[in-house]
């Protein structure tokens, strides 16, 4: 599986952007899509994801009800939508492939994009 991502940049507090990562290779119903950051000095995290298929979300709770993944078959693209930013949102975002698991296991991701910045001014 290759990732594109695309679409950061610096937005106010408040603000909206969405990021996009065109994805290719084989067999993508078999995985989950979704977004990693990290931030300036921190860990890299988790922030949300999909199904390929489309029927199961999974998102963070410092992003719940703000962060939406989901994607466009059509377009074989995954979308991060960012409404309400924060200052604390500020990172490098990057998005990621793994193999779906059964219901109730965690999404653990094998294949990377390159990243894109995000700058959230307050």
């Known amino acids: 599986v290759q990732l594109q991502a695309s679409g950061g940049g610096l937005v106010q507090a408040g603000g909206s952007l969405r990021l996009s990562c065109v994805v290719s290779?084989?067999?993508?119903?078999?995985?989950?899509m979704g977004w990693t950051r990290q931030a300036p000095g921190k860990e890299r995290e988790f922030v949300a994801a999909?199904?390929?298929?489309?029927?199961?979300?999974y998102d963070t709770d410092s992003v719940k009800g703000r962060f939406s993944a989901s994607r466009d078959k059509a377009k074989n693209t995954l979308y991060l939508q960012m409404d309400r930013l924060k200052a604390e949102d500020t990172a490098v975002y990057y998005c990621?492939?793994?193999?779906?698991?059964?219901?109730?296991?965690?999404?653990?991701?094998?294949?990377w994009g390159q990243g894109t910045q995000v700058t959230v001014s307050s």
């Open positions: 990621a492939a793994g193999q779906r698991k059964p219901a109730g296991a965690p999404v653990e991701f094998e294949y």
């Open positions: 290779g084989r067999s993508l119903s078999k995985y989950v």
């Open positions: 999909v199904t390929w298929s489309g029927d199961i979300t």
